[in-house]
């Protein structure tokens, strides 16, 4: 009697999540803000929770990187609210920084988007959303399981390399 082998596949999830917050830094106001995410299920876009945290620019690397790594474990599924508004007037980090207009807040504030690898999220993917005419970013890799001090290290590290404007 011939004995079929039994293969095991572990269940595929039904909706693959890659978590993500994006980190604003400004000199200017010497504020950093980590805005967490919400993943609409349906249309699969994303778009800001309620609550964003602010912390000092000269904070410690261990406070910034547990700061990131707590709001990214607050990505969550949730149907998009038609209460909320559309427009980038809608971003929560606007409405805690200290810009009184979307144009000024662009320019005062750095977008550095802190983001899983793949949809496993063990590794941060850092990169720098800078916009600017020469289009060059940075972009870099650590272990989602790092010290809470380098991963706020890297951010920082990211933040005042010489590719960043500084006004």
Do not use: W
């Amino acid at each position: 009697m011939k004995i079929k082998s039994i293969t095991f596949s572990p269940p595929e999830p039904k909706l693959k999540i890659i978590k993500h917050v994006f980190v604003y830094i400004s000199e200017k106001h010497a504020q950093i803000i980590v805005t967490p995410f919400y993943k609409e299920p349906n249309k699969g876009y994303s778009y800001s929770q309620e609550e964003c945290e602010v912390l000092k620019i000269d904070s410690s690397h261990d406070l910034i990187g547990e700061a990131i790594k707590r709001n990214i474990q607050k990505f969550d599924i949730k149907k998009y609210g038609s209460k909320r508004s559309s427009k980038k007037d809608g971003y929560t980090a606007f409405h805690v920084s200290k810009e009184k207009s979307i144009r000024s807040f662009e320019k005062n504030y750095t977008l550095i988007d802190v983001s899983g690898l793949t949809d496993r999220n063990n590794t941060f993917r850092i990169q720098t959303r800078l916009g600017y005419i020469n289009k060059l970013e940075i972009t870099s890799t650590i272990s989602a399981h790092c010290d809470n001090a380098e991963l706020g290290k890297l951010v920082i590290q990211i933040f005042n390399s010489e590719i960043v404007d500084r006004i």
